[in-house]
Protein backbone atom coordinates (compact mmCIF):
# COMPACT_ATOMS: atom_id res chain seq x y z
CA UNK A 1 0.00 0.00 0.00
CA UNK A 2 1.72 3.19 -0.83
CA UNK A 3 0.93 5.37 2.11
CA UNK A 4 0.22 2.35 4.11
CA UNK A 5 -3.49 3.62 4.92
CA UNK A 6 -2.49 7.05 6.17
CA UNK A 7 0.73 5.89 7.97
CA UNK A 8 3.24 7.39 5.24
CA UNK A 9 1.65 11.14 5.42
CA UNK A 10 3.21 12.89 8.19
CA UNK A 11 0.17 12.94 9.70
CA UNK A 12 0.31 10.10 12.61
CA UNK A 13 3.29 9.75 14.71
CA UNK A 14 4.28 8.75 17.76
CA UNK A 15 2.31 12.21 19.49
CA UNK A 16 -0.77 11.74 17.22
CA UNK A 17 -1.25 8.28 16.49
CA UNK A 18 -4.45 6.78 14.71
CA UNK A 19 -7.27 6.20 16.92
CA UNK A 20 -6.66 3.41 19.74
CA UNK A 21 -10.21 1.44 18.43
CA UNK A 22 -9.40 1.57 15.21
CA UNK A 23 -8.30 -1.33 12.59
CA UNK A 24 -5.19 1.18 11.80
CA UNK A 25 -4.11 1.95 15.07
CA UNK A 26 -4.21 -1.95 15.28
CA UNK A 27 -1.68 -2.14 12.37
CA UNK A 28 0.34 1.04 12.77
CA UNK A 29 0.44 2.35 16.21
CA UNK A 30 3.07 -0.08 17.54
CA UNK A 31 5.21 0.78 14.29
CA UNK A 32 5.13 4.24 14.27
CA UNK A 33 8.51 4.71 16.15
CA UNK A 34 10.03 3.07 13.35
CA UNK A 35 8.35 4.44 10.44
CA UNK A 36 9.61 7.76 11.50
CA UNK A 37 12.44 7.47 9.62
CA UNK A 38 11.02 7.17 6.50
CA UNK A 39 8.35 9.37 6.60
CA UNK A 40 11.57 12.19 8.10
CA UNK A 41 13.39 11.51 5.10
CA UNK A 42 10.22 11.01 2.74
CA UNK A 43 9.46 14.84 4.43
CA UNK A 44 13.07 15.53 3.98
CA UNK A 45 13.34 14.94 0.17
CA UNK A 46 9.64 16.75 -0.47
CA UNK A 47 11.62 19.88 0.61
CA UNK A 48 13.35 19.97 -2.58
CA UNK A 49 10.32 18.87 -4.85
CA UNK A 50 7.96 21.34 -2.46
CA UNK A 51 5.74 18.09 -2.01
CA UNK A 52 4.61 16.48 1.05
CA UNK A 53 5.40 12.87 2.57
CA UNK A 54 2.50 11.49 0.84
CA UNK A 55 3.27 13.11 -2.92
CA UNK A 56 7.03 11.89 -2.27
CA UNK A 57 5.78 7.83 -1.46
CA UNK A 58 3.67 7.84 -4.52
CA UNK A 59 6.35 9.28 -6.60
CA UNK A 60 8.15 6.42 -5.25
CA UNK A 61 5.44 3.95 -6.52
CA UNK A 62 5.51 5.94 -9.43
CA UNK A 63 9.43 5.11 -9.90
CA UNK A 64 9.13 1.97 -9.58
CA UNK A 65 6.76 1.38 -12.43
CA UNK A 66 3.67 0.58 -10.56
CA UNK A 67 0.52 2.61 -11.19
CA UNK A 68 -0.99 3.28 -7.25
CA UNK A 69 -4.56 3.15 -6.44
CA UNK A 70 -4.69 5.30 -3.30
CA UNK A 71 -7.87 6.03 -1.42
CA UNK A 72 -8.90 9.49 -1.55
CA UNK A 73 -11.73 11.54 0.44
CA UNK A 74 -11.07 14.89 -0.22
CA UNK A 75 -10.78 17.25 -3.30
CA UNK A 76 -7.53 18.44 -2.66
CA UNK A 77 -6.20 15.04 -2.17
CA UNK A 78 -6.94 13.70 -5.93
CA UNK A 79 -5.05 16.95 -6.72
CA UNK A 80 -1.99 16.37 -4.37
CA UNK A 81 -1.99 12.91 -5.98
CA UNK A 82 -1.88 14.20 -9.30
CA UNK A 83 1.00 16.59 -8.72
CA UNK A 84 2.97 13.20 -7.55
CA UNK A 85 3.20 11.78 -10.83
CA UNK A 86 5.12 15.20 -11.75
CA UNK A 87 8.04 14.49 -9.19
CA UNK A 88 11.01 12.43 -10.88
CA UNK A 89 12.82 11.03 -7.46
CA UNK A 90 17.03 10.41 -8.41
CA UNK A 91 18.24 7.00 -8.08
CA UNK A 92 19.90 7.91 -4.88
CA UNK A 93 16.97 9.11 -3.37
CA UNK A 94 14.93 6.36 -4.76
CA UNK A 95 17.84 3.80 -3.18
CA UNK A 96 17.33 5.62 0.40
CA UNK A 97 13.83 5.16 0.53
CA UNK A 98 13.56 1.51 -0.55
CA UNK A 99 16.85 0.71 2.13
CA UNK A 100 14.57 2.64 4.84
CA UNK A 101 11.42 0.90 3.37
CA UNK A 102 13.30 -2.69 3.84
CA UNK A 103 14.40 -1.92 7.38
CA UNK A 104 10.46 -1.05 8.89
CA UNK A 105 9.16 -3.51 6.30
CA UNK A 106 7.33 -0.87 3.83
CA UNK A 107 7.13 -2.20 0.24
CA UNK A 108 5.61 -0.39 -2.54
CA UNK A 109 4.72 -3.69 -4.56
CA UNK A 110 2.43 -5.92 -2.22
CA UNK A 111 2.62 -10.07 -1.82
CA UNK A 112 0.16 -10.13 -5.06
CA UNK A 113 1.94 -7.97 -7.38
CA UNK A 114 4.59 -9.16 -9.61
CA UNK A 115 8.56 -7.07 -10.06
CA UNK A 116 8.54 -5.09 -13.52
CA UNK A 117 11.10 -6.35 -15.67
Do not use: C
Amino acid sequence: MVLEQGALTGRYNLNNPFPENSGRGASYNSILKELDELVQAMTNIGEKYEASPAQIAIAWAVAKGTLPIIGVTKVNQVEEAAKAVAIQLTDNEIAQLEKLGDSTGVHTLREWENEMD
